[in-house]
């Protein structure tokens, strides 16, 4: 039963068992192993499939009576085509890890144009503050972030300061001479300046590529 009802939700998102496996964080024989009943996901693992199925735990080891689809309600809907889509990560926070970037909070996914990624890897951060109000970035917008360690001076980044603040911030990053500056959109917040031995706490989680509001 999981098993039928995992296969019928991806099928109908228009997705692969390669992008649910990368979605979960597992290898692709895993997840395909749960769609033909060879293995059962752990609890963690049903509740984020729940989630992002838009279904029940119960539904999906069919305690539940599935709710009729889109094409059962009207059977001359045609249902939209994700195939060029794919589900990126919305993370409420990232963190630098002892393994590298650590993402938390994890609420959900949002879908982009696969032109849009171009295979690289991506997330979604939620902003928090208004540091960058100025630029018209407000909290709670989703900010699309390409991850990579470096940018251009002046590019829009997500960066994380060792030892000053865990937490990945949207900043306008400036290269000036021996000094990197961090700059905000909102005279509240002034200009952070690291020169010298200081620049290495400075590391760059992605560019921030598009920010999208939701409300």
Known sequence: MLGERLKSLREQKGITQQEMADILGIARGTYAHYEIDRREPDNATLSRLADFFGVSVDYLLGRDKPKPSITDLFPDAIPADLSNFVPIPIVGTVKAGP????????????YVDKKDVNGAKHIFLQVK??????????PGDLALVKEQPEV???DLAVVIVDDIEPEGRIKR???????????SANPSYPPEIFTGEERKKIRIVGKVKQTIRKY
Do not use: P, R
């Not at 993402?103 to 949002?110: D, F, I, N, P, V």
């Not at 503050?129 to 407000?138: F, R, V």
């Open 99 to 110: 393994n590298g970037l650590a993402y938390e909070e994890h609420l959900g996914y949002e």
């Open 129 to 138: 503050g208004d540091s960058m109000i100025g630029e018209g970035i407000l």
């Open 152 to 154: 251009y001076s002046g």
């Open 173 to 183: 990053v400036h290269f000036k001479g021996d000094s990197i500056v961090l700059q």
